[in-house]
């Protein structure tokens, strides 16, 4: 175990209760590492981060456009979403623009993140559907591909299924892995999920924020999911979430997307760069403080822009009754 | 920050999804520290492992006595319980004998941990009370000491509190650490939550288990409060809680307890030694497999045992579809 003095403090009271330690890479769309912190090598998995790379190939493919899968929708295919209403709705629509419903999400169910929207549900006597999961949006991406290809939608969650495929094609040559050196494994969905060392992560985001280099139909695609993702930020995440505002507060400037288990990937399309920072812990509560810190050092956040982001950047902790208890800080310097 | 390799792997698939960093200290009665492990010297809050210490003033008090408190109440006053309905039962018991009812408690109310209780009381459409806190054998407790103080049951959580003052005064003399230098927090219940460096706390445990060189009053204290968790490990967590199993699978050879923030104490009373083991970066997930192996490895859990312990040392990692898709296990060597 390499040593990191690159941390976030959770304190209680005056003094740090629990530490989290992260690693972090920004490299350019060449690969360049341009700076790291912690263990700038760690590898680790992509996972929700790489569905703005897996809608690579609904897109490449003819499937949105064939589909006629509009912006809002696309911007779904790449969301861990909230399970609110307005991405409820939009992957119903997915799903009805290929003659399919809900039932063809193997995704399973789960209460949508959005609390008030969840114990509304609840309190209808409600049940959560595979359309609140929040990784619905992708799974209708994977059923359009799927559809397009005509593939057979019972088996689109397995590896050897083309769609998977096409997702491992699509990841291994954004993050220069070959495939037969990308570790895989199974994601909260069900579907595979691709592990590399974080700077490859970054380079796809570089790629898919500045995808020059690239073959024409790549390029092309990888410029409309970033447009779409900067004009619907919202169906990304959702009220209150963090890959939404970071998008609103910069305009755009910066498109990001977090991944459980504390990772988050960025492209910040216009100075050709990419970014992941991956909580070692996999701690969630740990990884918007770090993010918006290791932004602000790097001059890829303003000032006035990280004060917008305050509630994200040093978040105050609760105890049951709603009493402040402590503060989460992030304290490094790159 | 110092380099740490005593870890917790959580794996998903082949490979190291996410690290949790684990620090330890066993001391014996004298407060020799007897190993050490990552930052044997940590600071940090001792969260619920001092509910069996602030027992103490419970009993020493005669407050105890004079309502009539059983074992199993005074191993509901040390728990982090689950909920059930044994539980909810012990804690309007306590409250019953002194005249009062769960409106006195003022830890406020969450849906018990028992996840199959939660579920039942959803379906019945009950709301938790403050007896489901999982801290309300505690308050419970507090209120007794309250009311044979003669104090107001009205402001018991504050630190100026008679009731305050005694669990202060116990923590204090049991961890060798001045009432002025004592950190200071409130817990997620409430109460004043107090921190230290793990040796002291491992210490305070080392005498609940061996209290021969204390008062006779609190030495009595010690050992009742030892004998009515062993007698009643079900009523320090409850079902499927590791600290009910160390207690059962010992035969009470252990005995410990969780904390928020991934802390577990304990005492092995016959050998006169303390345990504490701190997750740094506060993550229940990786408490139970460490401290096992810890236990493993320090001799003071026997192979059977830690067989029997299998499913709290390394546990499966299941998605949202149930599929399992990782496991948790320990990389260390002490």
Redo the contacts between chains.
């Keep these: 175990?390499?040593?990191?003095?690159t941390?976030v403090r959770?304190y209680?009271?005056?003094?740090?209760?629990?530490?989290?330690?992260v690693h972090l890479a920004l490299v350019n769309a060449q690969g360049a590492l341009l700076h790291g912190a912690g263990d700038p090598q760690f590898?680790?998995?992509a996972r929700s981060t790489a569905k703005l790379i897996q809608a690579l190939p609904v897109i490449e493919s003819g499937a949105a456009d064939r589909f006629g899968l509009g912006d809002a929708e696309i911007a779904l295919c790449c969301a861990s979403h909230n399970g609110e209403a307005e991405h409820v709705n939009a992957a119903r629509s997915i799903l009805g623009k290929l003659g399919f419903d809900r039932g063809h999400l193997?995704?399973?169910?789960?209460e949508p993140y959005h609390a008030p929207t969840a114990q509304a549900m609840?309190e209808r006597g409600e049940t959560p559907t595979t359309l609140h999961?929040n990784c619905s949006g992708k799974h209708s991406g994977m059923l359009a591909l799927c559809a397009h290809l005509g593939a057979s939608p019972d088996t689109y969650m397995r590896l050897q299924h083309p769609v998977q495929q096409l997702m491992l094609e699509a990841v291994s040559a954004m993050s220069d892995i070959p495939k037969s050196q990308m570790?895989?494994?199974?994601?909260?969905?069900?579907v595979p999920?691709f592990?590399m060392p974080i700077p490859n992560l970054a380079l796809a985001f570089a790629r898919l924020g500045s995808p020059e280099g690239l073959p024409a139909a790549r390029a092309n695609a990888c410029q409309r999911i970033v447009a779409a993702v900067r004009k619907y930020p919202q169906f990304l995440a959702g009220h209150d979430r963090f890959d939404t505002h970071l998008i609103k507060v910069t305009q755009g400037r910066i498109v990001g997307k977090m991944g459980a288990?504390?990772i988050f990937a960025l492209a910040v399309p216009e100075q050709g760069l990419g970014f992941v920072l991956k909580?070692?812990?996999?701690?969630q509560r740990?990884l918007y403080p770090a993010v918006i810190e290791a932004l602000k050092q790097l001059n890829l956040l303003s000032a006035p822009e990280v004060s917008e982001l305050a509630a994200f950047h040093t978040p105050t902790v609760h105890?049951?009754?709603g009493?402040e208890?402590?503060i989460i800080r992030p304290d490094f310097q790159l």
Tied chains: 1, 2.
């Excluded at 175990?1 to 003095?5: I, R």
């Excluded at 193997?106 to 789960?110: N, R, V």
């Design positions: 175990m390499k040593p990191s003095n941390i959770v209680r009271g005056n003094i740090t209760e629990s530490i989290h330690r590898l680790t998995f193997q995704c399973g169910a789960h609840r999961n570790e895989l494994g199974i994601d909260g969905c069900g999920v592990g288990e504390g909580v070692e812990d996999g701690n740990a105890n049951w009754q009493t208890v402590g």
